[in-house]
């Protein structure tokens, strides 16, 4: 609750300014390669009309009433005065902890990601919306339980710099999505530079919005299970 005026600002502007930067670039690219699916100047303008006249609103009437009601209160008290932080073993590195949590809720969504590419991609019919539910608790469930599992391993360690490292170990997903995207661009016929700006692009952008989505799941997994934790913890 420091900043935020500037969490306010970034969440109505971020994510929503980095989307429709790229995509007004990529469109653009679009219209001069006489794209049929380029999409029309007044279709950007009602975007913007969305974005500005509607989703920014809410986002501050929406922070305005949230910052009204009580801070989250926390089981334990910590102390002001950092403790060092012991070395921690090998597995317990950022290049690990994002490798291992990232392939394993890619794993689950796997074989409907290639049915969804190739929807978005070869004009291929997808009809199976009631698995693709599915698969989307199973994506948000294994995100969690990865999270919380390296949570856990990382507070053994003494180590509790958890908020971003969760953050990242279930958002690495986004990466092994973005990854097999090259492998799944070799299905494509790219005869022109514009194919590879406007897939990669498109895919960036995908994959940009999952690493925020699935970061969050860690994030709240992680301050839901330090929470039930440390309010276990009986102190005489």
């Not at 502007?13 to 100047?41: E, K, Y």
């Not at 490798?99 to 009809?127: H, K, N, R, T």
């Not at 469930?141 to 509790?160: K, S």
């Amino acid at each position: 609750g420091k900043s935020w005026q500037r969490a306010t600002t970034l969440t109505a502007l971020g994510f929503p300014g980095v989307a429709f930067t790229l995509f007004f670039m990529m469109d653009l690219l679009a219209v001069s390669q006489d794209s049929t699916d380029a999409v029309p100047f007044t279709t950007m303008i009602v975007l913007l009309v969305l974005w500005f006249g509607i989703s920014t609103p809410l986002v501050f009437f929406g922070a305005y009433f949230g910052y009204k009601q009580d801070a989250i209160e926390f089981p334990v008290n910590t102390s002001s005065i950092p403790r060092q932080i012991p070395d921690q073993p090998w597995f317990m590195g950022i290049p690990f902890t994002l490798a291992i949590g990232g392939i394993l809720p890619f794993g689950a969504c796997f074989v409907e990601l290639y049915f969804i590419l190739a929807s978005v991609w070869m004009d291929q019919y997808y009809y199976v919306f009631g698995f693709l539910l599915l698969v989307y608790f199973i994506l948000i469930i294994t995100c969690a339980e990865i999270t919380v599992l390296f949570c856990y391993f990382q507070l053994c360690g003494e180590n509790y710099h958890w908020w971003w490292r969760s953050f990242c170990t279930s958002g690495s997903t986004a990466l092994y999505v973005f990854f097999y995207s090259f492998v799944y661009f070799k299905q494509l016929e790219a005869n022109s530079f514009a194919t590879y700006v406007l897939y990669f692009g498109y895919m960036g952008l995908v994959s940009f919005g999952l690493f925020i989505m699935t970061g969050s799941i860690g994030v709240f997994s992680s301050l839901w299970f330090n929470k039930t934790i440390f309010s276990s913890i009986k102190i005489d």
